[in-house]
C-alpha cells in the first residue's frame, strides 16, 4: 500500500493573505472541503498562477483549522486530535439520519416483520463475516454463512474468527442499556477473540509493557504503517474513552453517528489490543449507535463495504495522523461506507419485494403452507443451491425448534425440500425442480 506523503511543513511555508490571494483560491478550496482532499491529492489540482501548492494548502489549513473541534485523546507528544463537518459531512449526516435513525423497516407495512428479522439476521452475519475478513479470517463467505446457518462448530481459526465475531455482536444487544467500561471492552474481546490468538494470555487483558512492541504492518510488504501508543498510557486512554462516551455534553452536541466513528477511531488508535482491535473498534461503533436507538445499524453490514474498499480504510487513518491529527479524513471515510451500506440495504429490500410477490403466487398454488414456509420456498426458488437448517429456520421466524423442524419436514413431505446429513445435523437443499414445481 502507498504510504500517503507528509504534509508540508507550514512553518516553513510563506503567504500573505490577501482578498485576491482567497478569491483566486475560492473554487480550489471549495473543491478541497467538498472532497476532503489530502495533501497527496490536493497538491494535483490545477492552481491559480503564481500560488504554489504549498501556499495552497497553508491557506487551505487555515480555513480548516477555525472550524475544528478537539478530542480529549492525545498523541504521544501531547497534541490533540481534532475533526470538524465539512458539508460533504452535514450532507450524510442528514442522509444517514433520514434513512436510519429511529425504526428504519419498523413501519414499512411492505416488509412484514418476519422478513424485517431475516434482514436482521442477514446483516448480523454480514457484519461478523466481514469484519473478520478484514483483519485476515481467509474462510470463503459461503463456507462462513453455512456454518452460522446449520450452527456447526467452527473447523479452523478463520472459521472461529468469524463465530466469535457473530457472537460478540449478538452480546453487545445485551448491555445496550449500560455505560461504556473498560471491563465491557475486556469482556467483548474475550468472547471475540477466544481460541484466536497467539497467546491464549493476550485475550480479556490490555497490552503490557512486558508484552513485545507493537507494529501494524502493510499485509503486502511488511512495511511500518503504524505504531500504536506506548503501553503505559493505554489503561489512561481507555478511560477516557469511556468517558467520552457517556458523557453528554450539552455545551456542545456531537451527533451520534460521528461520536460512534470517533469511538472506532480512538480505539483503533490507541490500539490497546496485543491483537483485535479492528473487530472490537466497529463492534463499539455498533453497540453507541444502537444504544442511542439508531436502529436501522441492525440492518446494515458496514464492515461488508469497508471490506470491499479496505485500502482507503487504512489510508483515513494514516491521512489523519500525517496531517496533524485531524480525525475528519477518518469520519468523511465512514460516512461514505455506511451510505453504501445503506444503499446496498435498500438494493435488498427491492429484491425481497420481488420475493415477496412469489410467495403470493405460492400461496394460491400451496395453500397449506404457512407463511414462513412460504418465505423460504421464495428464498429457494431465487438460491437454488442454499442450506436450511432447522435452527436457522427457528432462529429467524423466532419459533420453538420444533415447530421449526414441523415446517422444513412438511416442505420435504411435499417433494419441495430433500433433507441430508451433514455431519451429526440434518439440513435441507431445495429439490433440482424447484422452480419447474413452482411455475407449474
Known amino acids: 500500500m502507498k504510504i500517503p506523503e507528509k504534509t508540508p511543513n507550514l512553518d516553513t511555508i510563506r503567504v500573505q493573505l490577501t482578498q485576491e490571494l482567497i478569491g483566486n483560491l475560492g473554487p480550489v478550496l471549495r473543491k478541497a472541503n467538498t472532497e476532503y482532499l489530502c495533501w497527496d491529492d490536493y497538491k494535483s489540482i490545477a492552481m491559480p498562477a503564481g500560488i504554489a501548492p504549498e501556499q495552497a494548502w497553508a491557506v487551505l489549513k487555515m480555513y480548516r483549522s477555525l472550524q475544528v473541534r478537539s478530542l480529549p485523546l492525545i498523541d504521544p507528544k501531547g497534541n490533540a486530535f481534532t475533526y470538524w463537518l465539512p458539508d460533504c459531512v452535514l450532507k450524510d449526516i442528514n442522509f444517514i439520519d433520514r434513512h436510519v435513525g429511529g425504526s428504519i423497516l419498523v413501519h414499512d407495512p411492505s416488509v412484514p416483520s418476519e422478513e424485517r428479522r431475516r434482514c436482521m439476521v442477514r446483516s448480523l452475519v454480514d457484519e461478523a463475516i466481514s469484519s473478520s475478513q478484514i483483519e485476515g479470517a481467509a474462510t470463503s463467505r459461503a463456507a462462513a454463512k453455512e456454518m452460522l446457518r446449520t450452527g456447526r462448530r467452527p473447523r479452523d481459526r478463520s472459521e472461529r474468527m468469524i463465530f466469535n465475531n457473530y457472537e460478540a455482536l449478538q452480546m453487545i444487544k445485551g448491555h445496550l442499556q449500560e455505560p461504556l467500561t473498560t471491563d465491557l471492552i475486556l469482556a467483548l474481546h474475550a468472547r ?42 493505554i489503561a489512561g486512554s481507555m478511560r477516557g474513552l469511556c468517558e467520552f462516551a457517556n458523557s453528554d455534553n450539552r455545551d456542545e452536541f456531537v451527533n451520534p453517528v460521528i461520536k460512534g466513528i470517533l469511538l472506532h477511531f480512538w480505539l483503533a488508535y490507541v490500539h490497546p489490543f496485543m491483537d483485535g482491535n479492528g473487530p472490537i473498534a466497529r463492534a463499539l461503533f455498533y453497540w453507541y449507535l444502537l444504544k442511542h436507538r439508531y436502529w436501522g445499524f441492525e440492518y446494515l453490514s458496514v464492515s461488508t463495504a469497508i471490506l470491499s474498499d479496505r485500502m482507503q480504510y487504512y489510508r483515513s487513518f494514516l491521512h489523519t495522523e500525517r496531517d496533524g491529527n485531524d480525525a475528519t479524513y477518518f469520519i468523511v471515510y465512514n460516512l461514505k461506507e455506511i451510505r453504501r451500506a445503506i444503499e446496498t440495504l435498500d438494493e435488498y429490500i427491492r429484491e425481497k419485494q ?76 431445495p429439490v433440482r425442480d424447484l422452480k419447474e414445481k413452482l411455475e407449474e
Open 192 to 233: 471475540m477473540t477466544r481460541d484466536t490468538l497467539e497467546d491464549t494470555a493476550w485475550e480479556g487483558r490490555f497490552r503490557t509493557t512486558v508484552d513485545r512492541a507493537m507494529h501494524v504492518l502493510d499485509s503486502d510488504d511488511q512495511t511500518v504503517l503504524y505504531e500504536p501508543p506506548d503501553a503505559l498510557g
Open 354 to 429: 420481488k420475493e415477496k410477490k412469489q410467495t403470493y403466487r405460492l400461496s394460491a398454488k400451496y395453500s397449506s403452507v404457512n407463511p414462513r414456509q412460504r418465505m423460504l420456498l421464495a428464498s429457494a426458488f431465487e438460491k437454488p443451491n442454499e442450506l436450511y437448517a432447522i435452527e436457522t429456520h427457528a432462529n429467524v421466524h423466532a419459533v420453538t425448534y420444533q415447530t421449526a423442524r414441523t415446517d422444513l419436514l412438511g416442505l420435504e413431505s411435499m417433494g419441495l425440500l430433500k433433507m441430508k446429513k451433514d455431519g451429526k445435523k440434518f439440513v435441507f437443499t
